[in-house]
């Protein structure tokens, strides 16, 4: 079956950076869009940011553009976020996502969710 494992969440100080990782297993992990989102207490759910499944095409949030890089390995079957230039409001449980569908931007609903890894950002 489909998994989806993050990791590489943690606690870091404004301006810090972290990367993050999602193991993908139980599909044909080069042929599918996938998608990092995130939830801090009390809010709604956000899409971070979505790659196409050769890569070549991204849909960042405005709210993260040019901090935070999406990226994946088809080879090894895993799934970066890059994020610098943390602040406290990015503070939020992040989860890695796959879409089954055509499609793949930042509005599209996406079919399969990882656990989640934990971000927190000091000021």
């Known amino acids: 079956q489909v998994q989806l494992m993050e990791s590489g969440g943690g606690s870091v100080q404004t301006g810090g950076s972290l990367r993050l990782d999602c193991a993908a297993s139980?599909?044909?992990?080069?042929?599918?869009?996938m998608g990092w989102f995130r939830q801090a207490p009390g809010k709604e759910r956000e899409g971070v940011a979505t790659i196409s499944p050769n890569g070549m095409s991204t849909d960042t949030s405005e709210s993260v553009k040019g901090r935070f890089t999406i990226s994946r390995d088809n080879v090894r079957e895993i799934l970066y976020l890059r994020m610098n230039s943390l602040k406290p409001d990015d503070t939020a449980m992040y989860y890695c996502?796959?879409?089954?569908?055509?499609?793949?931007?930042?509005?599209?609903?996406?079919?399969?969710w990882g656990q989640g890894t934990q971000v927190t950002v000091s000021s």
């Open positions: 139980g599909f044909t992990f080069r042929s599918y869009c």
């Open positions: 996502a796959v879409r089954r569908q055509p499609g793949c931007d930042l509005g599209s609903e996406f079919n399969y």
